[in-house]
């Protein structure tokens, strides 16, 4: 046998560990490398790297039935909405288990991925060190590099980002202050439901360009996204029966004081909460259209409203970004579009995945374990891509598919139906295991470095 290609796998969240556990079962050499002290990315709070956006309240919203490993079960005593702590302890669990730790290099960051002259990739570490690699995979998370909106004007008070909050007590004080929370996603429903609370802010108010659907975590009783469409139904077909459950369910928006939404559900990448409409029902939350302009200490909104406000927090999202890459035809474009073949793949560059860069419903946690199933496969002569121009005619009708039922956005170029996605990945793999028995089952990428 051949010997395999060696790999460098960026980052040891949890799409850098498990798809270090797939290769390591299939013999596949590699290096990993955490910029951190340990594993766990975006769900180790307080992460001493700066890129968690952990507060300390955080309970994930994808329910314990959907998030486990495949072949790592969750603890039986969970709830059904886990905590992060409990999330970043399977984490620890699932990597001494398997025995990934001895495998990572800690407190080392790749600051600059070049492929050279011959195809083969140059890493520069932060320690100084450059090595080869026959290929490189990334799995650097794409929930680390806060988008914060350019607004007119200037906002005397403190303001900042979603990704710096902990708790209502910091990075600030919050208690007796008017705050202003932008956005209407899953983490500015959290962070205004909590600071919402009477004995914390004196006044919660909640900003954004539309109004939203708020789902909720239970839908008769049962965890809501235990429910889910057959791979076999018409997308339309599954999309109307989910909608009219959704509006029997949680009813019309604006009855609760919310915005009413310029669209149906599910054209948007949900926002799910248990608390947010009790909030906003009970007259906790305030609601305004976007801000408009910053004025010292005031906020005027687009309706012409203005506000004394004492602090601002952006629930804005993230901007996709590979700080190791300098070549633009790896990095997404002005949209924040960012096409990849099966959301890993360039078309004509057969040794570079990307790992995890998608926005999956239900769940990003268990995302890349799928993905590692046909890396490892390439990697090992298993499988064999198809050609470029077939790689991109499949991406165009995957994002079509994928990306149709929302209205566009920054924030909707990397949405994906994780059961459709992973029937169709297998699928995938099958037809990509014809093509290399028929080259003879040869390395596509070769053990060179």
């Known amino acids: 046998m051949p010997a395999l290609p060696k790999a460098c796998i960026i980052g040891a969240g949890c799409s850098g560990f498990t798809t270090a556990k797939r290769l390591q079962d299939l013999g596949v050499p590699f290096d990993c490398f955490e910029m951190s002290d340990n594993i766990g990315g975006n769900w180790y709070f307080r992460n001493p790297n700066g890129k968690s956006a952990c507060y300390e309240s955080l309970h994930i919203d994808t329910s314990k039935w959907r998030l486990a490993f495949e072949d790592y079960p969750v603890p039986a005593d969970w709830p059904d909405f886990p905590h992060h702590a409990q999330l970043l302890q399977y984490f620890h669990d699932y990597v001494d288990h398997f025995g990934l730790r001895e495998k990572i290099t800690f407190n080392t960051a790749v600051t600059k991925a070049e492929r050279t002259a011959d195809g083969l990739w140059s890493v520069t570490l932060s320690t100084g060190e450059t090595r080869i690699y026959d290929a490189l995979i990334v799995c650097n998370g794409h929930h680390w590099d806060a988008r914060i909106p350019d607004y007119p004007g200037h906002f005397d008070g403190p303001h900042f980002h979603a ?235 995957d994002e079509a598919l994928h990306l149709g039922p929302y209205y566009k956005a920054a924030r909707h170029t990397i949405q994906v139906d994780f059961g459709i996605y992973c029937h169709d990945l297998i699928k995938e793999i099958d037809r990509g295991a014809k093509r290399a028995k028929t080259a003879g089952n040869t390395l596509l990428v070769e053990a060179r470095a």
Not at 309 to 334: E, H, K, N, Q
Not at 363 to 392: D, I, W
């Open 163 to 397: 990704h710096e909050y902990r708790t209502p007590f910091d990075p600030m004080d919050m208690r007796g202050k008017t705050v202003v929370v932008v956005g209407m996603g899953n983490s500015a429903m959290d962070i205004a439901s909590e600071l919402a609370q009477r004995p914390i802010a004196k006044r919660l108010i909640v900003a954004a360009r539309r109004g939203v659907w708020v789902l909720p975590k239970y839908i008769d009783g049962k965890v809501a996204d235990k429910a889910s469409m057959p791979h076999w139904m018409p997308r339309k077909l599954g999309l109307a029966l989910a909608r009219a459950k959704i509006k029997k369910t949680v009813g019309r928006m604006e009855d609760y004081g919310l915005p009413k939404p310029d669209h149906e559900p599910l054209e948007a990448h949900p926002s799910v909460s248990g608390e947010f409409l009790t909030r906003a029902g009970c007259g906790d939350i305030t609601f305004r259209p976007n801000i408009a302009e910053l004025m010292g200490h005031q906020v005027r909104f687009e309706d012409g409203s203005v506000e004394d406000v004492d602090a601002i927090v952006y629930a804005t999202g993230y901007r996709i970004s590979f700080p190791f890459f300098s070549d633009p035809a790896l990095l997404p474009d002005a949209d924040h579009r960012f096409p990849l073949f099966k959301r890993m793949m360039q078309p004509g560059v057969p040794n570079l995945f990307f790992m995890g860069l998608a926005q999956p419903l239900p769940t990003l946690v268990n995302f890349a374990e799928q993905q590692a199933k046909l890396v490892g496969a390439c990697l090992t002569g298993a499988y064999r891509p198809p050609s470029p121009a077939e790689m991109a005619d499949i991406t165009r009708a």
